[in-house]
């Protein structure tokens, strides 16, 4: 089963607001890394933040970790037709494995 | 472009049957990880090698079976196929072998077994 799991499964927003995905995991963990996938493509790798950050950001990407409550968000900002992908979460477990969530399918209609 | 390579694109196939997939990593990179990714499962992890070595293994089942090449290409063997073997195989490769290395990921082999 997938350790991570992205809230909610599906979004729909207008070009120009913000979007918000959230991700909940349930082991520890040493780092949390969001990636985006275009339809039927590779995933691209988007951030990364370690088990003692809080918070990070990327251009219009900010990533939360909350390691108590077990979750991490992303929010990108400004939101663009471009940013309609699937985004997931990744979760570092010991040493080398990740393990990705199920993803969260954003749609930016114009 | 992520600069791993996958071939090939396309794969179709029959029940029973076998065929390998094949990654080239980019340049430099020691790790080379597959995934499966199907509608039902999402994205499943099968295996990472390091410059040659099995280091984790995931939910690969043992029809299945990879290698990592002293070029430190890669190639993911599917033998027996079944009807639910079809999806999406992704190759990842990293710098190096910590779950903190960034993975870059290829285009994908898409696998219809008919």
């Known amino acids: 089963s997938q350790q991570g799991e992205e809230d909610p499964q599906a979004l729909s927003i207008q070009e120009g607001e913000n979007a918000t995905m959230n991700c909940s995991y349930k082991?520890?963990?040493?780092?949390l890394q969001w990636y985006r996938q275009n339809s039927g493509r590779g995933l691209v790798h988007l951030i990364l933040?370690?088990?003692?950050?809080r918070e990070k950001h990327s251009g219009r990407l900010r990533v939360t970790l909350d390691t108590s409550k077990k979750s991490s968000s992303l929010l990108i900002t400004a939101s663009r037709a471009a940013d309609t992908a699937s985004y997931f979460c990744?979760?570092?477990?010991?040493?080398?494995?990740?393990?990705f969530g199920q993803g969260t399918r954003l749609t930016i209609n114009p | 472009d992520s600069g791993v390579t996958q071939t090939p694109k396309h794969l179709i196939t029959a029940t029973g049957q076998r065929v390998t997939l094949r990654c080239s990593p980019r340049?430099?990179?020691?790790?080379v990880y597959w995934y499966q990714q199907s509608l039902d499962q999402g994205l499943q992890f099968l295996i990472q090698?390091?410059?040659?070595?099995?280091?984790a293994k995931g939910n690969i089942l043992e029809r299945f079976s990879a290698q990592q090449f002293p070029d430190l290409h890669s190639e993911l063997n599917l033998s027996s196929l079944e009807l639910g073997d079809s999806a999406l195989y992704f190759c990842?490769?990293?710098?190096?072998?910590?779950?903190?290395?960034?993975?870059?990921f290829g285009p994908g082999t898409r696998l219809t077994v008919l």
């Open positions: 082991t520890s963990i040493n780092n």
């Open positions: 090698y390091y410059n040659g070595e099995e280091r």
């Open positions: 990842a490769s990293s710098r190096d072998r910590a779950s903190t290395d960034t993975q870059y």
């Open positions: 340049s430099g990179d020691l790790s």
């Open positions: 990744a979760t570092g477990q010991g040493a080398q494995k990740l393990v």
């Open positions: 933040i370690r088990s003692n950050e």
